[in-house]
C-alpha cells in the first residue's frame, strides 16, 4: 500500500537574503538564495509574530515575567490583524500569554487563523489545560505546540506547583494534536535536569528542544555566567536525538547557524503584540506602538521608522 501522501501548504516571502519558501504542514523552510529581489518587493511583515492573547495564568511561576495586570486582546480585530499580517508575507503567528488557553475563544482562535491564512499556527503552553476533548478541538488547526518544561521531577514540581507526573500524562495528550517542542527554561536550578529533560523530550516525540537561558524581569539581560558556561559545555557534549535550538537573542556564545542573512532588519525577523494592543520588536520591551485602528500594517510602519532613527 502507498504511504498516506503529504499535503505541503507553501507560501513564499521575498527576503534581503532571496525567495523563502516555508510548508506550515511540515515547518520545512528553504531559501532560494540565488533569487536576488529588490528592496522594494521584500514582505514587509515580519517572519514570525508572537501574540499574548491575554495576562491571565492560572500557574504562579517564580520566573514568571508576563503583565499581571488583566488585558486580553479583541477576538475580531486580532482576527484582522492576522490576516494583514498574513497579506504582508508573514509566516507564522506563535500565541503565548499568560496561558493562551486560558483566552476564551481560544480554539475559534486557531481554527478561524488557520482556515482564514497561510500562517502557520503555533502557541506556547504549560500544558496544564489539555484533556481528550481540547486536544481533539485543536487538531487540524495547529502547526507546533510548545511545551514548556523548566526541569524535571521535583525540579519541575517546584517551580511550577504543579506535579511532574500530571504534566506527563498532559504531554501524552499533546503529542496527539500536533509536532510539538520543549521550551526548556535555562537557570542554575534547572541545568543539572538537562540530560534528563532531553532524554525525556525524545522519548514522547518532541521535534524540538528550545534552550531558554533564564532572563530578568523585563529585561533582555540572561542570567549567571557559571550556568551560561554550564551551558555551552552542554550544547557541545550533547548528542540527544532532539535537535536543539536557541532564539536568535539568546545565542550569544553558543555554537549556532543561521541560514538568514544579518541585514535582516529586527522587524524583517521577529515582532510582539503585547495582551494590550501594543506592537513592539520584542516581548522584553517596554514601549512600542498602540496597534489601535489603523491597523498592525500601520503600526509596523511606524515602528520601523522609529526603530530606524533610533532612540531620541
Ligand atoms: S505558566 Fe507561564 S504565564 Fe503562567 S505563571 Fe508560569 S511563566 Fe507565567
Avoid at 520588536?281 to 521608522?305: H, M, N, Q, Y
Amino acid at each position: 500500500m502507498d504511504p498516506t501522501p503529504i499535503r505541503h501548504e507553501w507560501k513564499s516571502r521575498a527576503e534581503p537574503g532571496g525567495l523563502h519558501l516555508f510548508d506550515r504542514v511540515t515547518g520545512l523552510n528553504v531559501l532560494l538564495d540565488e533569487i536576488r529581489v529588490a528592496p522594494q518587493h521584500w514582505s514587509t511583515a515580519p517572519r514570525q509574530v508572537s501574540v499574548a492573547l491575554t495576562n491571565a495564568c492560572d500557574l504562579s511561576c517564580s520566573f514568571c515575567f508576563a503583565p499581571k495586570r488583566r488585558a486580553e486582546l479583541p477576538f475580531e480585530t486580532l482576527i484582522q490583524w492576522l490576516v494583514e499580517l498574513d497579506e504582508d508575507g508573514c509566516l507564522g503567528v506563535g500565541f503565548g500569554g499568560g496561558e493562551p488557553t486560558k483566552y476564551p475563544r481560544f480554539v475559534d482562535l486557531c481554527r478561524l487563523t488557520a482556515r482564514r491564512t497561510q500562517l502557520a499556527v503555533t502557541f506556547t503552553t504549560h500544558g496544564h489545560s489539555f484533556d481528550r476533548s481540547l486536544a481533539a478541538k485543536l487538531k487540524g488547526s495547529v502547526h507546533f505546540i510548545r511545551v514548556s518544561m523548566d526541569g524535571v521531577g521535583t525540579t519541575y514540581e517546584a517551580l511550577r506547583g504543579r506535579p511532574f507526573s500530571e504534566f506527563l500524562v498532559r504531554l501524552d495528550v499533546i503529542k496527539s494534536v500536533a509536532p510539538f517542542g520543549i521550551n526548556f527554561l535555562v537557570n542554575a536550578q534547572t541545568i543539572p535536569c538537562l540530560d534528563t529533560a532531553a532524554r525525556i523530550a525524545g522519548d514522547f516525540g518532541a521535534a524540538e528542544f528550545l534552550l531558554l537561558p533564564e532572563r530578568e524581569a523585563g529585561s533582555a539581560r540572561s542570567g549567571d555566567t557559571a550556568t551560561a558556561l554550564q551551558l555551552r559545555s552542554w550544547v557541545e557534549r550533547y548528542r540527544g536525538s532532539v535537535p536543539l535550538s536557541v532564539s536568535e537573542t539568546d545565542s550569544d556564545g553558543l555554537p549556532t547557524c543561521s541560514p538568514f542573512r544579518p541585514d535582516d532588519d529586527r522587524l524583517g525577523a521577529y515582532a510582539h503584540v503585547d495582551a494590550q494592543g501594543v506592537l513592539k520588536p520584542t516581548s522584553f520591551d517596554e514601549k512600542g506602538i498602540a496597534i489601535g485602528e489603523g491597523g498592525i500594517r500601520r503600526a509596523l510602519r511606524v515602528l520601523r521608522d522609529n526603530e530606524r532613527q533610533g532612540p531620541t
